[in-house]
């Protein structure tokens, strides 16, 4: 979008208010009788007005990329794609799901800070890109809080405790036990912060020691634990939903203090009194930091408006997400009061960052 763009978008009311004012002029008339025809300052002006308005209001003007710092499948891409529908129903513009997995979602998170900042390309995430990797790493490969600008938050989910379906172990009390009996035999899988965090706390929270097993898309972490080449995987519901219906995969804890209502039967870790094992990890969307302000406020009120529509709503409550919608500087302030608190939590629990 050029600089005249948006001055459109910024100005188009003061325009407003000087067209009005200028139609209350008293009309120049000259020395051979010919004046300025009121109607004809009026159609001149008010052109120029509405090309203006309409050229602010052709945003987005291009197709859309919104890029997914994780695999297809996970719970990040599946409801990156929930909210890609919702966009539809507000923005006239195609709209395209870019997956860049890897490094725990480094990969991605460059693509969108290296990437255009010309208002048309976001980022759909997890809380783990700019919450827990400000927490986990010494040295990041990038700054979420300086180079990366939140837009608005779109839902909220839990982390699940999840075994090998065929796995003898039934129960969390089981795992407790065969873990402490040899520890590091057993194995859980990571792919990103989240998944790699949650797994960390159970650990200490139960006093159990597993061997942490990383991959570059969490699909491939859960067709691992459902063959049995690993054992179990921290992951959230939405993710795993697949793999429960084919019984490939146990749920056997639901981080937190409250079940799900897509696993009813699954405790939580409050009833198993397992306090320390918590964690909810939210979904959001981002773009560069480098992107002018005006753009990224425009974009705050389009997911307002797509994040109210029906199908927004229908997608939610059919994953199972918690509504959890903020935008611009309280999404800010939110983003940085969960890295103190997980500062906080790690530090108490005796994780150092890397």
Request: aromatic letters at 6%; one cysteine or more.
């Amino acid at each position: 979008m050029t600089n005249n763009k948006i001055l459109c978008t910024m100005h188009r009311k003061y325009l407003a208010v000087w067209l009005a004012r200028d139609l209350q002029r008293p009309v120049p008339t000259f020395k051979n009788g010919f004046n300025m025809n009121t109607s004809l300052r009026r159609r001149a002006l008010g052109a120029l007005l509405l090309s203006l308005t309409g050229a602010a209001q052709a945003f987005p003007e291009k197709p859309v990329s919104i890029v997914v710092p994780f695999g297809a499948g996970s719970s990040v891409d599946i409801n990156s794609r929930d909210l890609m529908q919702a966009l539809a129903t507000v923005i006239k513009q195609s709209i395209v799901v870019d997956n860049k997995p890897g490094a725990e979602g480094a990969i991605g998170a460059m693509a969108v800070i290296n990437g255009p900042a010309d208002g048309h390309m976001l980022m759909f995430t997890s809380s783990s890109i700019p919450v827990l990797e400000p927490v986990i790493r010494k040295n990041p490969q990038y700054d979420p809080i300086k180079q990366l600008t939140p837009v608005c938050t779109v839902g909220r989910t839990s982390n699940v405790m999840n075994l090998t379906g065929s796995n003898p172990m039934k129960s969390v009390a089981d795992v407790i036990a065969a873990a402490k009996a040899t520890p590091d035999k057993l194995t859980f899988g990571y792919s990103s912060a989240t998944t790699r965090l949650a797994g960390e706390l159970f650990q200490q929270a139960t006093g159990t020691k597993f061997r942490s097993i990383p991959y570059k898309a969490s699909v491939s972490a859960m067709t691992d634990v459902a063959s049995g080449q690993i054992d179990m995987m921290f992951i959230d519901h939405v993710s795993a939903g697949a793999f429960y219906q084919s019984g490939k995969l146990r749920p056997l804890v639901v981080a937190g203090e409250k079940r799900v209502k897509a696993l009813p039967e699954v405790p939580s870790a409050s009833e198993l009194r397992i306090p320390g094992y918590n964690i909810q990890p939210w979904f959001g969307v981002y773009m560069s930091s480098k992107t002018p302000p005006a753009l990224v406020q425009q974009w705050r009120d389009i997911m307002a408006q797509a994040l109210a529509t029906p199908t927004a709503v229908a997608n939610m409550e059919k994953r199972g997400l918690d509504t959890f919608v903020i935008c611009g500087e309280a999404m800010t302030k939110f983003q940085m009061d969960e890295i103190t608190l997980w500062r906080q939590v790690t530090k108490q629990a005796g994780i150092e960052p890397e």
